[in-house]
């Protein structure tokens, strides 16, 4: 019969080491010699010793954990965003606490608050609602994901570079309009990184002398809402740009496949004068009636380096002397395009 | 400036109570007066005390920590399953640790034993790796949902009801023949509670004496090679059924989607004699091209049920003299049909 909590005291009688010894093997273990360190690995196994993590941390303070708070879980995107994020677990070791935002401020500084008093050792923030300057008073480490991040450090796709690859794409297929749809309901914020695909479609637009036009539309989050707003805009597009050949860059891939079934309820298939191209590189995209050419976040990427400037952070916070930042970091990670049906025909 | 950690020789100093007053309204809030304990709650706003959690932990013991591994975040069914569980905090107020698993056991024992480190009160378990006897060892609260569960508290869809609707209404739009594709692999699995599908299938057919074809295959987890799968089953039964009405029924609605496409790529439209009902009602069963009629589980309620069912195990346990459960307790949640565009027609 196994004893149920062992001890530091039932491992040193068992080692013939002192207490002292078992404590700095779980606290210093470089503080002993190899051969030390062995045998009371070794005295561990044997007497089925389970860690009691909760001990360890009022012992030297770190817990290893990292907040999280996401939007939603509804969005392929975050939804992989967090798989990539907890799936470095085995890179790190860092363990996740994880909460899902609403939206609303002020229940998400109870998360924050609910997260600090469990001492964790970073956060990582999704959300778009707490400004960050708010974040930055925090004082802890702290690494957004494309949000506004003029305060703190961040992790963000090349937003512009995949704008501006986007309408490229639609512009070597000779479209003589060139039509990007955006979520973003405000045409000049340019703080937040989603709006890099607005500037680099313009740019790209402007420099090469093509007709476009912007669309700028709040959705809301609902199928029915979607479609109903993607249903107005394909009418009017439609009748506008009649015998113009059509390029459409959508500005993520569900909308993108939402508008694709429209096009296709309507005509029974894409005509010659529609190209399109989505973004994020969602499953859906590929599992389309039509699959959907777009421009692919690396989303391994983004949440592995994510993490790895919060972890450089954290453990800067525990040297000696830690050397603040002096100002945020913010890394930018490449998109990568995606040619499919929509643009190369079928 | 704020003073950085507030004591309890802080928080006694200023209220005027002593240390061992201050202790009880973090530990046994009850046993103060409801106007000490406002006096309290003042002080501690005032002097902007920020709990610490990991030294209450110590105090009492409970953690409020409920660890979680889940298979994927790939599939939407795990994403709003780990939403839904999420939004639980708000009203049970417990934390949650998440893992994905990977499929294979040692990986998984050894986030079971982080978890264990960390003093979690309870476990659940989405993954199918580890068998409930194993998992009924731990000696932890315990609940599973919509996995093998003989040996542990569980949470599931009535899946044989929602095999028994799916056929029921694809017999009503009088299909000669009746298949069902499903992707368990073996055939002969009836602990696994998505089984029941296929039990409600084939027992509504027999009772009903209808034409029948059970289709098990496990289609792997790309879309490549679900399509391909998907493509030489509908080749097959096109040929097999010709000039029958013929009633699909998908065991996901993922799977279902892919299918819909394929037949819409074939023949431009789902053809007067094809009859399709996919399950879970995801999103995808919404936004397809032609909106598939399915069976929706309630995950909001699975999600509910099982923290609701693991808060009573670890309320049990906190008790002076706790009552172990004689048997595992197994609860149902009903499905819910969609009826859409697969069997209603366009």
């Known amino acids: 019969m196994k004893k149920k909590n062992i001890t530091f005291n039932d491992i040193a009688e068992y080692t013939h080491f002192s207490k002292t010894t078992i404590s700095r093997y779980f606290n210093d273990p470089d503080s002993l010699t190899l051969e030390n360190q062995e045998i009371i690995a070794k005295a561990l196994a044997d007497l089925d010793y389970r860690e009691n993590k909760v001990a360890r941390i009022l012992a030297n303070g770190n817990t290893e954990f990292i907040g999280i708070i996401i939007p939603n879980l509804f969005l392929h995107y975050y939804a992989e965003m967090l798989n990539q994020i907890l799936a470095t677990y085995e890179t790190f070791g860092y363990k996740f606490l994880v909460f899902v935002g609403n939206g609303q401020e002020e229940t998400e500084r109870r998360y924050i608050d609910e997260l600090l008093s469990y001492k964790i050792e970073g956060l990582i923030i999704l959300t778009h609602t707490i400004p960050s300057n708010e974040l930055a008073e925090l004082n802890i480490p702290i690494v957004t994901i494309e949000r506004e991040d003029k305060y703190v450090c961040s992790v963000n796709t090349d937003n512009y570079m995949g704008g501006y690859q986007a309408t490229s794409l639609l512009a070597n297929h000779d479209c003589d309009v060139i039509i990007h749809i955006n979520y973003i309901n405000s045409p000049a914020n340019p703080d937040v990184p989603a709006y ?11 420099e090469h002398h093509i007709k476009h036009e912007l669309i700028l539309k709040e959705m809301g989050n609902t199928y ?30 569900t909308q993108a496949n939402i508008l694709v079934n429209l096009i296709i309820r309507k005509y029974g298939k894409l005509p010659d004068d529609f190209f399109l191209v989505g973004f994020d590189n969602s499953p859906i995209s590929q599992e389309a009636v039509i699959s959907i050419s777009t421009i692919g976040q690396q989303i391994d990427k983004l949440a592995y380096e994510a993490i790895k400037l919060l972890v450089e952070q954290m453990a800067e916070r525990k040297k000696r002397k830690p050397k603040p930042l002096e100002k945020p970091i913010h890394k930018v990670i490449t998109p990568i395009l995606f040619r499919r049906e929509t643009t190369e025909k079928y």
């Open 196 to 206: 890099g695909r607005v500037q680099g479609f313009l740019d790209f637009c402007k």
């Open 224 to 253: 029915e809402s979607i479609k109903n707003h993607l249903t107005d805009i394909l009418n009017v597009i439609t009748e506008k740009y009649s015998g113009l050949k059509k390029g459409l860059f959508i500005s993520n891939d």
